[in-house]
């Protein structure tokens, strides 16, 4: 588990030590293609997933935006190495979207109760992860800019 964390986005380049606390409450899962990984509006848990093998879409109702239908819009792929589900892990709020496996896919699950606790037990850990989620996120919003910038443009 320690080996698949450490070739992650959010994990690479940290103490292994960190690795070990946070392997403790990770467990893998195996998904067969077209999977609801997690649901829009959720609020039952906070884990993280990171994506050891396989794809994930992100996808987000359609009833947020012009129309009241249910249909969902693809918005995101996660591909191997990255993760997803962090923003409710970190403010421990509602899913705001939905994960689906666009294939065969193996998941670290990462209890998102026992990171908070770890990040808060020890400060020096929390600032660590803390600093690679806001690397991870400061990438995706820059590429979500420019994306925006080129629809406008």
Do not use: P, W
């Not at 320690?2 to 946070?22: H, Q, V, W, Y």
């Not at 990171?50 to 935006?65: A, L, Q, T």
Request: charged share 35%; aromatic share 10%.
């Amino acid at each position: 588990m320690i080996e698949s964390l450490k070739k992650t986005k959010m994990f690479e380049d940290l103490d292994e030590s960190i690795l070990k606390k946070i392997g403790k409450f990770c467990k893998l899962e195996k998904h067969k293609a077209d999977s609801t990984v997690i649901k829009e509006d959720d609020d039952e848990n906070y884990d993280i997933f990171v994506v050891v093998k396989g794809r994930v879409k992100i996808y987000v109702s359609s009833k947020f935006f012009a129309d009241d239908s249910e249909q969902l819009k693809e918005i995101y792929t996660v591909n191997q190495g990255d993760f997803f589900g962090e923003m409710a892990c970190v403010v421990k709020r509602r899913r705001s979207a939905t994960a689906v496996t666009a294939s065969e896919s193996e998941l670290i699950r990462i209890n998102g109760s026992k990171l908070n606790k770890l990040m808060e037990s020890d400060k020096e850990t929390g600032y660590a992860i803390l600093k690679k989620l806001y690397e991870s996120l400061y990438d995706r919003i820059e590429n979500s800019n420019f994306m925006l910038r080129n629809f406008l443009i």
